[in-house]
């Protein structure tokens, strides 16, 4: 993960770093393959649309050594701890004055954030914004 996550800042800068994180989830999790490889990194980041022999030159000896990134996932992680969330994936509802409705975390939680949006909608005078 520190390999691919060393690759998206430049995965960013060609508009592509979503598309970098899905490839690797979808990889990883769904197609079964070992992302700790070269091989498995380069499916990656083919998947992703983005050239390996760039990644290569990122990822080579030092590259993914560079603290830039680390500092972005840290601000990241902080920020979920922020709003009292710790695990991934992590939802936060908010209402219309960005104020946290709801927090969970986990996909098996996505019933509880469906239930939220749809108990919302029915109260229309909670300043929930509806268009």
Same mark, same amino acid.
């Given at each position: *993960? =520190? ?14 770093? %979503? =598309?970098?994180?899905? &490839?690797? *989830?979808?990889?990883?999790? /769904?197609?079964?393959? #070992? +992302? #700790? +490889? ?7 980041? =083919? ?17 993914? #050594? ?9 601000? #990241?992680?902080?920020? *979920? ?14 209402? &219309?004055?960005? =104020? +946290?409705?709801?927090? %969970? ?17 029915? /109260? ?8």
């Amino acid at each position: *993960m =520190e390999r691919c996550y060393s690759l998206y800042p430049w995965a960013v800068s060609e508009g592509r770093g %979503v =598309e970098l994180l899905s &490839a690797f *989830m979808r990889a990883a999790f /769904r197609e079964g393959v #070992n +992302t #700790n +490889t070269d091989a498995g990194l380069r499916h990656v980041v =083919e998947a992703a649309g983005l050239p390996w022999a760039d990644a290569q030159s990122i990822v080579g000896k030092d590259g993914w #050594n560079d603290h830039a990134w680390r500092d972005e996932i840290e601000a #990241n992680r902080q920020a *979920m701890y922020d709003f009292e969330l710790w695990g991934v994936p992590s939802f936060r509802l908010l209402d &219309a004055a960005g =104020e +946290t409705r709801l927090r %969970v975390w986990g996909q098996d939680r996505l019933w509880l954030v469906a239930h939220e949006i749809q108990r919302a909608l029915a /109260r229309p005078d909670d300043g929930v914004p509806r268009g």
